[in-house]
């Protein structure tokens, strides 16, 4: 089994950055496609972002699309999320998950992951 783990949650007020990361336990990323998700207070968990295997890939959903930038680094096994400009709706645990790589990728969809991390709570809050 795949462990993944998120850092670099925290509190911002609106308007402000954050970077979160996802590293693996004891595997390499490398060969994995990656996805953040996030779920809100009282929502469904949704797709916001991912990233091919290679890094060649990127996909965001439209309420994040300007301001969030996926990205990989390979040598360090790990996938960063950088949010600016973050909103009080932008608040949420948010979740890395990660699939065998595909073609073609995998994409927002909960359902193309198989392993999951426990998540890091953002908070955007004045």
């Known amino acids: 089994q795949l462990q993944l783990v998120e850092s670099g949650g925290g509190s911002v007020q609106p308007g402000e950055s954050l970077r979160l990361s996802c590293a693996a336990s004891?595997?390499?990323?490398?060969?994995?496609?990656i996805g953040w998700f996030r779920q809100a207070p009282g929502k469904e968990r949704e797709g916001i972002s991912c990233?091919?295997?290679?890094?060649?890939?990127?996909k965001y959903a439209d309420s994040v699309k300007g301001r969030f930038t996926i990205s990989r680094d390979n040598v360090k096994s790990t996938v960063y999320l950088q949010m600016n400009s973050l909103k009080p709706e932008d608040e949420g645990v948010y979740y890395c998950?990660?699939?065998?790589?595909?073609?073609?990728?995998?994409?927002?969809?909960?359902?193309?992951?198989?392993?999951w991390g426990q998540g890091t709570q953002v908070t955007v809050s004045s």
């Open positions: 998950a990660a699939s065998y790589k595909t073609f073609p990728a995998a994409g927002l969809g909960e359902n193309e992951y198989n392993n």
């Open positions: 004891g595997f390499s990323l490398n060969y994995y496609d």
């Open positions: 990233i091919s295997s290679s890094g060649g890939s990127t």
